[in-house]
């Protein structure tokens, strides 16, 4: 459906989100579970560690032998991480000779450091320097994770720590939301790839690029689709081959008011009576193109580069974040001072400057613009590393206060 009036960007978030809803869980292999998020709570089936062993190389002994130490004890063997104790305890006045993972043998109650002991020439006594007490320097069974134990809750994105706990509990896959692919089309009659020649009137495509590194940025698989011509049919061809292959797409160009952009029709017949286009009270980036077609969602972000990115930001990562199981879908918005006035007219729109955002010695953000500010002037964007949201008004003055929404961390 077309929608001519200008919609407030909550409101098309809305309409985008609720069409993507969280992707079903599925079972992915640790090695492939980075960055994913959890489907379901993580519940211990075994204690980590699973035995008591020892922390320090050392000897194992009875701590109630070493209350008069110095004491002389009798050294009955070595065990090494990763051996079997011996059957027998350990008996009063006895000692073993214990490496740092390996299990405490029945009987001990403690570890000495080999650093406060002296062993005898033949290694068959040991000179235990100081008293030990009960569990020094043993580390008990489930003092990490207990059996039964929530080690994470559902909707944990897992970073390299989390891997660790999953594979210390024996667990080769994790329920999980599965990573998305997602597709990135260009549209343009005037795209050139590369570092081809450009006849006048030609650009390099450099969406493409852009939109395949923010996709792979924010965490997910990016897939090259390639330049489709400004053709109903080309475009149309070009999305559904497109969508037989990913699990969302992303297209930029072709979604404003000009005679070839086709995009927004092809979308729109395409997702059925499913939105469409909409025209998004903000600057850049007001058209925006969406649809579902055959459940796959599609974006059709605008062409002008700064555009396509900051749509990318609003709209198209948050989408995916959802699909993928986050709870927590946008950047982090940080109250910033304004080192220098950031002007605008007043236009029934939210401006969303670009800015370089840097701590300062208050603890508190502040922007200064990062450069020309056109939606072609892709500069800034780049040198940019927050986006000011300046609502409909006059912009803030030098000093004032401005919600800011950094880009990167
Ligand atoms: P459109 O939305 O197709 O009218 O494009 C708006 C502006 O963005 C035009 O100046 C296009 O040349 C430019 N543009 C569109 N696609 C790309 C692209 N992939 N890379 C760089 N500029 C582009
Ligand atoms: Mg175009």
Not at 49 to 67: E, H, I, L, Q
Not at 174 to 183: L, T
Not at 208 to 223: D, I, K, N, Q, Y
Request: charged content about 20%; glycine content about 12%; proline content about 6%.
């Amino acid at each position: 459906m077309y929608r001519d009036e200008v919609i407030p960007l909550a409101e098309a978030r809305t309409r985008v989100l609720d069409l993507c809803p969280p992707q079903e869980i599925s079972e992915v292999p640790l090695a492939e579970a980075l960055g994913c998020v959890t489907g379901e709570a993580i519940v211990a089936s075994q204690a980590v560690p699973a035995f008591a062993n020892t922390a320090m190389d050392g000897y194992a002994v009875r701590s109630a032998d070493t209350t008069a130490a110095p004491v002389r004890l009798t050294v009955v063997g070595t065990l090494s991480a990763g051996s079997t104790p011996p059957d027998q305890p350990l008996a009063s006045g006895e000692a073993l000779r214990i490496m740092t993972g390996a299990p405490m043998p029945a009987g001990a109650d403690a570890v000495v450091m080999v650093e406060r002991t002296q062993v005898d020439e033949g290694g068959t006594t040991v000179t235990i320097q100081v008293p030990a007490q009960p569990g020094d320097h043993v580390r008990l069974a489930g003092e990490d994770v207990r059996v039964g134990q929530e080690v994470f809750a559902a909707h944990t994105r897992l970073a390299p720590g989390h891997l660790g706990v999953l594979a210390s509990l024996g667990l080769a896959e994790v329920a999980a939301f599965p990573r998305v692919r997602v597709g990135v089309l260009s549209t343009g009659d005037e795209l050139v790839e590369g570092s081809g020649q450009l006849r006048p009137g030609q650009i390099y495509d450099s969406n493409r690029p852009t939109l395949l590194a923010l996709l792979v940025a924010s965490g997910f698989e990016a897939v090259d689709l390639g330049i489709a011509r400004d053709a109903e049919e080309t475009i149309t061809d070009a999305i559904e081959a497109g969508i037989a292959g990913c699990d969302a797409l992303v297209t930029s160009g072709g979604v404003s008011m000009g005679d070839f952009d086709w995009v927004k029709t092809v979308l729109n017949r395409l997702s059925g009576d499913e939105m469409g286009w909409m025209q998004v009270a903000i600057r850049p980036a007001k058209p925006l193109a969406f649809g579902v077609v055959e459940g796959v969602p599609v974006f059709g972000l605008p062409g002008n580069p700064v555009s396509s990115m900051v749509s990318f930001e609003l709209f198209t990562r948050p989408a995916l974040r959802q699909m993928t199981g986050h709870l927590d879908l946008d950047r982090l918005h940080v109250s910033a001072v304004a080192d220098e006035g950031l002007r605008r007219q007043p236009d029934g729109k939210l401006h969303l400057v670009r800015v370089t955002a840097e701590p300062g010695a208050d603890g508190r953000f502040h922007v200064r613009s990062s450069g020309a500010q056109g939606s072609h002037q892709l500069l800034a964007m780049a040198r940019a590393n927050a986006l000011a949201l300046l609502p409909d008004g006059d912009g803030v003055q030098a000093g004032g206060q401005v919600w800011t929404m950094l880009l990167d961390g």
